[in-house]
């Protein structure tokens, strides 16, 4: 045997074939591998690849809400005609609210019962059944975001789904143009078709978005530096982030909330407040018959009434009475009272001065100092 196995390794290297060593099971020159093909194509399916047909019948069924029956009813024939060329079966039934869809003996393609799928989930969501039916060519993806759950408060929810919208839808058409997808917010999800890289880029888009992290319009300007820095081909195998804008979030200082001051700690409960019937014994009411206490609630009554209807009758009256007109002469005189008031006010002011005045340069020493006789009489007086 190993002069055998020697024998065809001489007959190997007499040809002029080098043995290389590959290091996986499969990783071998393939001859129809070459540059010139694109590896991500997807090329259309042939009915021939699978004529045997579908093994099972595999089906699917959603619910649709109350308002797109009649819709639905409508643009049901041009759903049924687009799925009939794939040989698939579709069903609405207006009586649980529900779609279904499902394969036949006559399907071929084994991944179009999925497209068909995503096609009555759309239906669901409020998409047009025109732009929905472009879910079944294979080029074609689409995505539901469910935002309902992301926000907990219902007011800040609206409020940044309506950052999405922009003032007349004037953001989603700018996403729709950068990302190449097709996007419907509807309710709780935003629905949406194209790539599966167009697809990424409106989710992270939307999640940030009702997440709070960063507003869609700074995500439009990364999108639109990055389609600029395409078109530079010395770019291709460099790195983008020196060109790219970096946002930070700022934190904007929020309002204190008041703290209410704690009251000093009593193990004590507070005491016991009067009750009605202690307040009728303390006045007297309680032992009053019951015809006397009517006829006191009537007088109350009357008299609250009374005082009302006074004061509204003085307000009413309030508008007829006339402003009180000052003539020249009461305004000069009143003028000339105020005049006579201010400087017998400020003479008087100025007499307090002066005497104050004299009453200093006019202090006399004595009159401070006790004579010894004087000290010696008080002495006496106490003993």
Not at 145 to 158: A, H, S, Y
Request: hydrophobic content about 30%.
């Amino acid at each position: 045997m190993e002069e055998e196995s020697n024998s065809v390794a001489d007959h190997g290297m007499e040809e002029g074939q080098v043995r290389t060593k590959y290091k996986g099971k499969h990783d071998k020159p393939k001859p129809w591998d070459h540059d010139g093909i694109d590896h991500w194509k997807i090329d259309k399916f042939d009915p021939t690849w699978n004529e045997g047909g579908m093994l099972e019948v595999s089906s699917f069924s959603t619910l649709f809400p109350v308002y797109r029956e009649k819709y639905l009813q409508d643009a049901w024939p041009s759903v049924k005609g687009a799925l009939k060329q794939f040989d698939i079966s579709c069903d609405l039934n207006l009586v649980e609210g529900s779609m279904t869809v499902s394969t036949t003996r006559k399907t071929r393609d084994p991944y179009i019962i999925v497209k068909a799928r995503d096609l009555i989930k759309l239906l669901s969501r409020s998409v047009p059944a025109p732009q929905a039916i472009k879910i079944l060519d294979d080029e074609m993806q689409c995505d539901i975001i469910k935002i309902g759950g992301l926000v907990r408060n219902k007011e800040r929810f609206v409020k940044r789904r309506q950052h999405l919208l922009g003032p007349n839808s004037s953001t989603l058409k700018a996403i729709e143009i950068l990302t190449g997808c097709y996007v419907l917010i509807q309710g709780n999800t935003v629905s949406a078709m194209g790539s599966f890289k167009g697809l990424k880029q409106v989710r992270r888009i939307v999640e940030d978005c009702i997440q709070n992290k960063l507003h869609p319009i700074y995500h439009i300007r990364t999108l639109m530096m990055r389609r600029e820095l395409e078109k530079v081909p010395e770019l291709k195998h460099e790195s983008w982030d020196r060109f790219l804008p970096k946002f930070k979030k700022k934190n904007v200082k929020q309002k204190k909330a008041k703290s209410k001051e704690k009251k000093p700690y009593t193990p004590y409960p507070p005491p016991q407040q009067p009750s009605k019937i202690d307040n009728e014994l303390e006045s007297g009411e309680y032992f009053l018959s019951e015809n006397k206490k009517s006829q006191k609630k009537w007088q109350d009554k009357l008299e609250k009434q009374a005082e009302k209807s006074a004061e509204s009758k003085k307000k009413r009256e309030e508008a007829f009475i006339p402003p009180k007109e000052t003539t020249k002469q009461e305004s000069a005189k009143d003028q000339d009272k105020d005049d006579l008031a201010a400087t017998t006010m400020n003479l008087k002011r100025k007499s307090k001065e002066l005497k104050k005045q004299k009453a200093r340069e006019n202090i006399d020493p004595e009159s401070y100092i006790v004579a010894p006789d004087k000290r010696s009489s008080k002495r006496s007086r106490t003993s």
